[in-house]
Structures are given as C-alpha cells and as structure tokens.
C-alpha cells in the first residue's frame, strides 16, 4: 500500500498508524490527524510541482499558513491501521487556497475537513500566489469535490 499520487484530481497519501501516532488507549490522538493532512497537502503541492522550499529561495520568501479549518472526527484510527489521506483543492487564487480532506481506513471515513489556507510572507503580510504556483495547481483544482467528500 504505502503510496501517494492523484487519482484524476483527488491526491491520496497513504500511511500507517504507529505506536507514537496513538494515547495510552491505542487510539490516534486527535492532534495527529492534522499532521496527517498536513502530509497530504504537502505531498498533493510536490507533486503538482509546488515546492516549499523554491517558495523560501523567493526573493520575497513565501510560506502556506492555515486561516481556518473546519473538522469532523468520525471514527477512531487504530495502531497498525493503514489510511489514506485524500486531498482535493477547491480553489488557489490571488493570496488564497482551499482544500478539502479526509482520512479514510479502506471505504470508512474517520476524519475530513475543509481548510483555507493563504500565501504570506516571512511578516505574514498576504501575497498573490507566484504566477507559476497557480499554473502547478490549475490542473488540479476541482469545482466541486468528488462525492465521497460530500457523503
């Protein structure tokens, strides 16, 4: 399993769950399912062939921030489970982005949110994405996410 790529424009990010992933109960703390999602974006902007590190070499250095994020924790992730993180991007405009998410354990949703993310400076003043940016993700962005997200 252990993979990551798009399947037409949903990114899938796969992984298992560790020990360290999980509190005393075995079950994944709530906390880390952000750093899942946070792996799938990044994997989903690499791929497309946005790089946070060409973002830094700028002359103006850019970075993603997170301005909101709405959640849905469904089911609980297991140790030694192994999830897919899906991502689709719904919108990258001037400064702005939008993603939606879910963490999936074969056909079961265990968590999914909708995220807006922007484009800032090292002050954190906003910034239009860099023209090239935009042109990476166009291809990838979705109108209206596949059912699944909807479900």
Not at 23 to 48: C, I, P, T
Not at 74 to 83: C, G, K, Y
Request: include cysteine; aromatic fraction near 10%; hydrophobic fraction near 40%.
């Amino acid at each position: 399993m252990m993979s990551s790529g798009f399947a037409d424009k949903t990114h899938y990010f796969d992984l298992r769950v560790f020990y360290e992933d999980t509190d005393f109960s075995g079950v994944v703390y709530h906390a880390n399912y952000l750093k899942y999602a946070e792996r799938g974006r990044s994997d989903f902007l690499r791929l497309s062939g946005v790089h946070h590190s060409e973002l830094l070499e700028l002359d103006v250095p850019l970075v993603f921030v997170i301005t909101h994020m709405d959640i849905d924790f469904l089911a609980p992730a297991r140790i030694d489970d192994e999830l897919r993180v899906l991502s689709v991007c719904t919108l990258a405009k001037g400064p702005r982005m939008q993603f939606q998410q879910m963490v999936m354990r074969g056909d079961t949703c265990l968590w999914r949110a909708k995220l807006k993310a922007a484009c800032v400076d090292l002050d954190s003043r906003p910034r239009r994405l860099p023209q090239d940016v935009s042109d990476n993700l166009a291809p990838y962005i979705v109108d209206a996410p596949p059912e699944i997200f909807t479900s």
